[in-house]
């Protein structure tokens, strides 16, 4: 498990994805696109295929 903290930018807020879960997910962050979902009091990240 890894800890994260969230970090202000601009309005909203962000979480710095580290590139080994990238990775082990196949998303590149700059071509992918992702979906994000609330999942029983969870944010659920995933790719969009296309």
Excluded at 2 to 23: Q, Y
């Amino acid at each position: 498990m890894i800890e994260k903290k969230f970090t202000a930018i601009g309005n909203s807020w962000g979480i710095i994805v580290p590139k080994a879960i990238l990775d082990g997910l196949s998303i590149n962050p700059v071509k992918d696109k992702v979906s994000l979902k609330i999942d029983n009091n969870s944010i659920k990240i995933e790719k969009i295929k296309g």
